[in-house]
Nanobody, 126 residues
Framework: QVQLVESGGGLVQAGGSLRLSCALS????????VGWFRQAPGKERVFVAG????????YYAASVKGRFTMSRDNAKNTVYLQMNSLKPEDTAVYLC???????????????????WGKGTQVTISS
């Protein structure tokens, strides 16, 4: 069983930055690919960024590419999402998710992830 806990959300002005963290429990953390998704009110959950089990490859949605950077520290069982140049349209609940795979590319669809955190709210004011 894997548990995920997100942190780092908050309210910032447009153009600002936030760094989200996702702490994973479980001894086999290093075997899981991890993705960040976001869900705005009344909208579907969409892929934002993902990272392979060993951190060698990252994937980004077109809407965040060049502004967001995902990384992981397997020694700390934690993944990070650095978000820069934030825009009001980035406002959403951000959730991290894990799936046990070493394949590439990693899944980009929410239904292919088995474990989910509860999410952290990110609000960007204009």
């Amino acid at each position: 069983q894997v548990q995920l806990v997100e942190s780092g959300g908050g309210l910032v002005q447009a153009g600002g930055s936030l760094r989200l963290s996702c702490a994973l429990s479980g001894r086999t953390f290093f075997t899981y690919a991890v993705g960040w998704f976001r869900q705005a009110p009344g909208k579907e959950r969409v892929f934002v960024a993902g990272i392979t089990w060993n951190g060698t490859s990252t994937y980004y949605a077109a809407s965040v590419k060049g502004r967001f950077t995902m990384s992981r520290d397997n020694a700390k069982n934690t993944v990070y999402l650095q978000m820069n140049s934030l825009k009001p349209e980035d406002t959403a609940v951000y959730l991290c998710a894990a799936t046990q795979t070493r394949l590439q590319p990693i899944p980009l669809i929410a239904s292919q992830y088995q474990y989910w955190g509860k999410g952290t709210q990110v609000t960007i004011s204009s």
